[in-house]
């Protein structure tokens, strides 16, 4: 496999999905935000990892006890 080249934001932006997403209406936006992209960046960025097979599946876990 190829190593990928990733900008700082990039770096950033996968640190934050690599945790909880955020709980609001938009977390892409909010990820964007916090890593200083775009929110179309931060879709486009998973959507390319994804279709390279870098990333297997990106989905959220609902904790009901907590919800």
Do not use: C, N
């Not at 892409?28 to 916090?34: F, L, M, Q, S, T």
Request: glycine letters at 2%; hydrophobic letters at 40%.
């Amino acid at each position: 496999m190829t190593p990928v080249d990733f900008s700082e934001q990039e770096k950033e932006a996968l640190r934050i999905v690599q945790a909880d997403l955020p709980d609001t209406q938009s977390p892409y936006a909010e990820i964007a935000a916090r890593a200083g992209i775009s929110e179309q960046e931060v879709l486009d960025l998973l959507k390319r990892l994804k279709e390279q097979d870098i990333i297997r599946r990106f989905g959220a876990t609902l904790r009901h006890q907590q919800a």
